[in-house]
């Protein structure tokens, strides 16, 4: 089992910057990937972000490029999403996701791959 706790969202201006964190705790040699998604009200939850958690390949969302930047910090089994330049469109709550066996790196958009889930945190973003 893995244990994921995020972190780090709250409410913040057009144009402003947040970080979240994800917390994975419990049997975490078994990771392969982290990733985040997101999931506004009445919409479906959609791919931010993935990173593998050895090598540190990094995957995104059109919509994040060159706007978030996904991190992990191995010693402290830890995962980042560094949020620049937010929009209201970026309003949701946010999850981590590991995923412990690697299915392709194309697969780490899928949500369904992902194996355990933290709990969210919301990011509301005003205009």
């Known amino acids: 089992q893995v244990q994921l706790v995020e972190s780090g969202g709250g409410l913040v201006q057009a144009g402003g910057s947040l970080r979240l964190s994800c917390a994975a705790s419990g049997r975490t040699f078994r990771l392969y990937a982290m990733g985040w998604f997101r999931q506004a009200p009445g919409k479906e939850r959609e791919f931010v972000a993935a990173?593998?958690?050895?090598?540190?390949?990094?995957f995104y969302t059109d919509s994040a490029k060159g706007r978030f930047t996904i991190s992990r910090d191995n010693a402290k089994n830890t995962g980042y999403l560094q949020m620049n330049s937010l929009t209201p469109e970026d309003t949701a709550a946010y999850y981590c996701?590991?995923?412990?066996?690697?299915?392709?790196?194309?697969?780490?958009?899928?949500?369904?791959?992902?194996?355990?889930w933290g709990q969210g945190t919301q990011v509301t973003v005003s205009s």
């Open positions: 996701a590991a995923q412990v066996i690697n299915q392709g790196d194309y697969m780490l958009r899928q949500a369904r791959v992902y194996d355990y």
């Open positions: 990173i593998t958690w050895s090598d540190g390949r990094t």
